[in-house]
Each structure stands twice: as structure tokens, then as C-alpha cells.
């Protein structure tokens, strides 16, 4: 039966998975005291000075959670100031905007205006609409002069005008064609006795 402490007994179990790990090969003698001290144990070595030379000792080493931590980052400090850039912007846009209101506030409203315009667009309106009037009035009155009796007999002479020039186009399209009609018959004739008096030159 082994006697002693709870220390004791831990050490001796760390022993017994030592060597077992270690045969594996040199790649992996690190991988048992690595994963020790990261979790915050620390074993004593040959050559620390210990209370008891019988007992091993173990170390605890945990953060503390008041330690500072790191600097914030480059990119945490560029954001910041984008943030800071952008704030100032909008609160000179909000001034801009204050200032544009005090100076609406002391000048004449775009309805005012428009209200003082619209008698004037009103009666720029009633003449337009008169000057049509009188354009229209016009129009009928010519319209009614074009049916005199002197204005029928001038439309009737000039439509017999325009049936005579289309009657002379017709017949001298006709002719036309019978010019073109005779050409064509002259020239295959003029052929014809032309290529027989070739052929009569050419015999013995």
C-alpha cells in the first residue's frame, strides 16, 4: 500500500502516462508538457527549490481578468475616425439646413408668389382666349366669302383647266408608247435586212 498525499499520487499517475507518450517518436515529446502549460500547470523541474524534496510541486498560472489588454487594432482606430468624419459632416448639414429655415422664415413664401401670380396668368388667359375668338371669326367670314357666286364659276373653270391638262397627258402617254412601239419594229427590220446583206457579201 502507498502512503502519502494527494500530490503524491498525482505525480506518480503523471508518471505512468510520461513514458508511454514519449516512445511514440521525437515529433510528439512536446505535446504532453505543451498541453500542460497551456492549460496553466506547470510541473517543477530537477533544480527547483521546493518545501519538501519528497513532494512535487505543481504551479497554477491563470489571467488575471483585470489585465489590459492588447492595443485596439489599425483597422478599430480607421473606423473610429470614418465615424468621427461622418458626425461632423452631418452636423454641418444640420446647420446648413438651420440656417436655410431662418432664411426662408424672413423671406416671401413660394405660395405668395404663386398667389400674387395667378391674377395676372388669369387675365394673360381671358385675352388669349378673345385673340382666338377673333382669329375664329375671321376664318368663317373668308370661308363665307369663298362661296360667291364669282368664286364658283373660277373653281369650275379651273377644274375644266386641270381635266384638259390631264386629258393631254393621257394622249401624250399614249402616243409615247406608240413612238417606243414603232422604234422597236424599225430596228429589228434595219436587223434583219443588215445581217442578210452581211450573208449575201460574204458567199463566192
Aim: charged fraction near 25%; hydrophobic fraction near 35%; aromatic fraction near 2%.
Amino acid at each position: 500500500m502507498v502512503s502519502g498525499s494527494p500530490g503524491w499520487c498525482l505525480l506518480l499517475g503523471l508518471c505512468t502516462l510520461i513514458p508511454a507518450t514519449t516512445q511514440q517518436g521525437p515529433e510528439e515529446d512536446v505535446t504532453p508538457s505543451v498541453g500542460l502549460e497551456g492549460l496553466g500547470y506547470h510541473l517543477s523541474q530537477d533544480g527547483d527549490s521546493l518545501q519538501d524534496p519528497q513532494r512535487c510541486g505543481i504551479t497554477f498560472h491563470t489571467p488575471s481578468p483585470c489585465s489590459p489588454r492588447g492595443p485596439p487594432t489599425f483597422a478599430s482606430l480607421n473606423e473610429l475616425d470614418h465615424l468621427k468624419s461622418l458626425l461632423q459632416d452631418t452636423k454641418a448639414s444640420l446647420k446648413d439646413v438651420e440656417m436655410a429655415a431662418m432664411l426662408e422664415e424672413n423671406q416671401t413664401r413660394y405660395q405668395d408668389i404663386i398667389t400674387e401670380a395667378l391674377p395676372a396668368i388669369h387675365e394673360a388667359n381671358l385675352e388669349f382666349q378673345e385673340s382666338l375668338d377673333n382669329v375664329r371669326r375671321e376664318l368663317e367670314a373668308h370661308v363665307a366669302e369663298a362661296d360667291h357666286p364669282r368664286t364658283a364659276e373660277k373653281k369650275e373653270k379651273l377644274r375644266k383647266g386641270v381635266r384638259v391638262v390631264a386629258h393631254m397627258l393621257r394622249l401624250t402617254g399614249r402616243l409615247a408608247q406608240t413612238l417606243d412601239a414603232a422604234s422597236q419594229r424599225l430596228d429589228a427590220e434595219l436587223s434583219q435586212r443588215l445581217q442578210s446583206s452581211a450573208a449575201t457579201a460574204t458567199e463566192p
